[in-house]
């Protein structure tokens, strides 16, 4: 077997491999999001699902759990990658950013609360991917 075929059959495999790492990670952060905003609206923290939120401090809340998801799914992106991790977890990353511009321009002239939020959602999606990465290298490379 010569090294084109080699490569040529691999390639299918580890782009198979990659695009299930990055939807592991993507459905880990959208899975534990919304798992997290109907518990809080379950407790009523939150108001009812077809009411807006205005509260800056409930858009923190909601931010802060999404940043800490974005980077759990980056670093699952990460380590099932099968080969480049860091960039995995970046590819995820342009993933959220990309969704959380479009959700931006979509949802901030519906006066679903303050526009910060979406914004934010948008601008905190590639440093957090960037973060996991550096996390999974920094712990992977120690051992």
Known sequence: MTSSATAA???PRNLGRSTGALALGFTTVVVLSLGT???LHVLKVYPPWNEPIYDSRLCL???SYRVVYTILG???AAKYAPHRPMGHAIALGVVGTVIGAVGAMATIPMHLGPAWYPIAIA???LPCAWLA???YRRWHTER
């Open 123 to 125: 601008a905190t999606a």
């Open 61 to 63: 809340l909601a931010l």
């Open 37 to 39: 905003d109907e518990e």
């Open 74 to 76: 980056s670093y699952i």
């Open 133 to 135: 990465g550096v996390l």
């Open 9 to 11: 059959s691999a390639t």
